[in-house]
């Protein structure tokens, strides 16, 4: 969707003495989730008013590929004093008050970030606010059902030791104990790599928010979404990768993961080159030709970003589960040929909020090295491949991101 295919935490590869599209894939969608009130902090500045309001996301998730259930959830920190504050550590508790995790130091500032953008801080600006992107990681038989938080911040000129570091402690917040969806993989085929999938806080479909209007909390509808890019071995193109038919998993079939009538259909875009992002799109067009599927009374299927004049179904169709939908594409707001495909609890995907899902089987053997595959979107160095920690076949979990996944 929004400049979508991926983000610094999720590129493409180079293949050693050309160019690689490193943008293809280093942008990426906008991402928005609905903002609950769950605390409001009881610290207050010489007026005798709140110094810090704390709101939270619902917290949703899934059991993933690392065999680990993950937990996600941003805490929106806002000042309300005209001056800079800096978190010091947020840690989180089970309502026994054993420590489950503790962002501190560069683990907080890469956690922290503005609302509407990535760049990592955990200073708070004058009267301004941060998200703390928090993945939480539980073993799955031992999910809590509510969870407590304690807030260290100071000023932004005192050292971590100073006395005026304050620390505060917040109301316990409910965990949503849904069993995620079960689906079935949308494509078929091996080398599937989740370029852009949960849980890195600097992926744009775990951190970017959809700001509404004053008092209206952001909306968060791709924390659980994947794009979906095929590779060849450590290779998604062939030659320069210059033109869509280059990229393996151009003109793949779409298939629909799980059953349910087709509410909305787009097509008639055309696909853009990779390496760039079409100029002037208009954010109704940023999620390409796409379909979405309703698939129950409170969920919705987005299939994006795809190929203009292969869409096989039209409004009104009832569709079943591996029924072909239309083929992978680069339509709309994307920078290299991928499926985005993610569920919303809204069919309006700017307003909607992401849904966890599991797939019913995949196999999972290999995943990309997190620190080549910013080299290789950066020109220094090769795609590098290795071991899965937990390898396939798997069934009921999540593909986490630089999984490189399997379809029958």
Known sequence: ???????????????????????AIARALAITLAVGVVALANVRDSSGSPAITVAATPVLGMPASDGMQHLEYDLIVASRVPAPLRLRSVEVLDVDHRSLLRLDGDKLVAATQPLDGLTPSSTIPASGSVAVVVDLLVAQDKIPARLIHRIAYNGTGAPTTH??????????????????????????GPGWLSANSCCDAATTHRSGRVI?????????????????IQLHGDQPFTGDGARPQQWYGYGSDIHAAIGGTVIEVRDGLPDSAPNALPAGIDRADTAGNHVIVQIRPDTWALYAHLQPGSLAVAVGDKVATGQILGKLGNSGNSLAPHLHFGLLDSPHPDAANSLPFVLDHYIVAETVDRDSYLAAFSGTGPLKLGPHSHPSPQSGTFPLILAVTDFS
């Open 212 to 228: 509404g209007n004053k008092g209206v909390p952001p909306a968060k509808p791709e924390t659980f979404a994947i794009d979906w």
């Open 163 to 188: 006395p005026s570091t304050r620390s505060i402690n917040l109301p316990e917040l409910a965990v949503d104990l849904r069993s995620a969806l079960l689906i079935s993989p949308p494509l078929r």
């Open 1 to 23: 969707m929004h400049n979508d295919v991926s983000s610094a935490e999720a590129k493409p590869a180079k293949r050693p003495g050309r160019r690689t599209p490193v943008r």
